[in-house]
């Protein structure tokens, strides 16, 4: 099992920033990569970032491409997301996961863990 736990989240102006942590607990030398998915109200859960444990190997969605950074402290077994420039249609609740081994990093059935959530309101 991983326990994974999310903070960071919170209110912030639409072109402001936030960052994002992912602590992970638990059986992590199981774990190659992580991601970071986002959920809106009335929305499906979509794809954001995910990053291989390994080699650092980094994947975005188109539309934060350029916006968001993904990174990992292998030490700590902890990933972030860097969120800058953010905009009012980024407003979710953002989850951080583990992915089963060889699992496609785009498709959320692919994960195995998840966190809990947190709650990202960017306001106009």
């Known amino acids: 099992q991983v326990q994974l736990v999310e903070s960071g989240g919170g209110l912030v102006q639409a072109g402001g920033s936030l960052r994002l942590s992912c602590a992970a607990s638990?059986?992590?030398?199981?774990?190659?990569?992580m991601g970071w998915f986002r959920q809106a109200p009335g929305k499906e859960r979509e794809f954001v970032a995910a990053?291989?444990?390994?080699?650092?190997?980094?994947y975005y969605a188109d539309s934060v491409k350029g916006r968001f950074t993904i990174s990992r402290d292998n030490a700590k077994t902890t990933v972030y997301l860097q969120m800058n420039s953010l905009k009012p249609e980024d407003t979710a609740v953002y989850y951080c996961?583990?992915?089963?081994?060889?699992?496609?990093?785009?498709?959320?059935?692919?994960?195995?863990?998840w966190g809990q959530g947190t709650q990202v309101t960017v306001s106009s």
């Open positions: 996961a583990v992915p089963q081994s060889g699992g496609n990093y785009y498709l959320s059935d692919e994960y195995r863990y």
């Open positions: 990053i291989s444990w390994s080699g650092g190997a980094t």
């Open positions: 638990g059986r992590t030398y199981s774990m190659y990569a």
